[in-house]
């Protein structure tokens, strides 16, 4: 009785002892299915694929891919049953791949090309050491020569607008320059502190300050008409103050009176109240004693800064011409070298 006793309780003992080796490493060897739940307490080792819930979480043994919602996975880590674009089942083991959105509340450290196909937001700052390139060539940053490209995917000065090539920068020495292939247009007030040189049309519809500055050609508009005439009177041409800089005119015979053209017409050219257009006639006669002498015009007040309102021989004016409505203008002249 005792004995049977004993063998009963060393039979228990053994069983409770094998089942607890067990408990501690579980190895699966052949393909198994569970159905219900399962907890193991403490490793897992599966030597092969693992299915858990279909498709929630995969591990694709032929590749060595981990597919969440995917039983299919392309890369290392896939997130969704969508195909990646850029990342190959053959180059894939070490790369990953979210189908949807990919959020992340801390910091990303993208230390590789990082391409954006669609658009981004980023809530906090984004720090990049390398080059940028959005919607090329709209928004380009060359970071081998720091320099930035709007329009352009080679910027030459330190801010590139366009696709043009500049003719005074250079790569070396644009740093610290800005390029505008096409029109530059201020609102507000702008500042040249440098010297500025116009090699084509400068127009200015506001005031225009200048330091000390040696003109040898006047700078507005467009370029030079040079006029020949035996004529006394003539009627300034209005199409000419629209597009030269400076009128020249050579009385031949005496003293010509040129009439600036009415306000009425003037105010075809300038459309706007307050608009200031300014001009340089230039007596550009050899012969002594022949002048030229600048007319109001109908609806004009002429005012001028001298005594006389006559340019002698090789001598020149300015004309400033202010709109004070669609029927009147104010002419400012100064002449200079009599």
Do not use: C
């Not at 060359?142 to 920068?169: E, F, M, Q, R, Y």
């Not at 500055?213 to 008409?225: C, D, H, Y």
């Not at 002594?288 to 007319?295: C, L, P, R, W, Y």
């Not at 007040?301 to 409505?325: D, E, Q």
């Amino acid at each position: 009785m005792q004995n049977a006793f004993f063998r009963r309780n060393l039979l228990q003992i053994v069983a409770a002892a094998t089942i607890s080796v067990f408990a501690v490493v579980l190895l699966v060897h052949a393909t198994t299915t569970v159905g219900e739940d399962i907890s193991v307490g403490d490793d897992l080792t599966v030597t092969g694929a693992l299915t858990v819930d279909t498709p929630t979480f995969v591990i694709d043994d032929a590749n060595n891919l981990i597919g969440l919602g995917t039983t299919t996975p392309r890369a290392l880590l896939t997130v969704g049953s969508s195909t990646p674009t850029h990342i190959t089942l053959a180059t894939g083991y070490r790369d990953a791949f979210v189908s949807g959105i990919l959020e992340v509340d801390g910091a990303a450290y993208l230390d590789g090309v990082t391409t954006i196909a669609g658009a981004a937001t980023f809530s906090s700052t984004l720090d990049v050491t390398g080059a940028i390139t959005s919607d090329s060539p709209t928004f380009v940053i060359d970071s081998t020569n720091n320099k930035i490209g709007l329009g352009t995917t080679t910027p030459w000065a330190l801010l590139t607008v366009g696709s043009s090539t500049p003719t005074h920068i250079t790569l070396a020495t644009g740093y610290r320059d800005a390029f505008v292939s096409g029109i530059l247009e201020v609102d507000g007030a702008a500042y040249l502190d440098g010297a500025v040189t116009a090699a084509s049309t400068l127009g200015v519809t506001g005031a225009l300050t200048s330091g000390a500055a040696t003109v040898s050609t006047f700078i507005q508009g467009g370029g030079l008409n040079s006029t020949s005439t035996s004529n006394t009177a003539e009627t300034l041409v209005a199409t000419d103050i629209d597009t030269e800089n400076v009128i020249l005119e050579t009385p031949n015979t005496a003293t010509l009176t040129l009439t600036l053209p009415p306000a009425t017409t003037l105010a075809t050219l300038m459309d706007t109240d307050g608009q200031v257009r300014e001009i340089m006639v230039k007596n550009a006669t050899t012969t002594a004693n022949i002048g030229v002498t600048i007319a109001a015009g109908a609806g004009n007040t002429l005012i001028s800064a001298t005594t006389t309102n006559t340019i002698l021989p090789g001598k020149y004016g300015v004309l400033k011409l202010i709109r004070i409505s669609e029927t009147a203008f104010t002419v400012l002249m100064n002449i200079f070298g009599n």
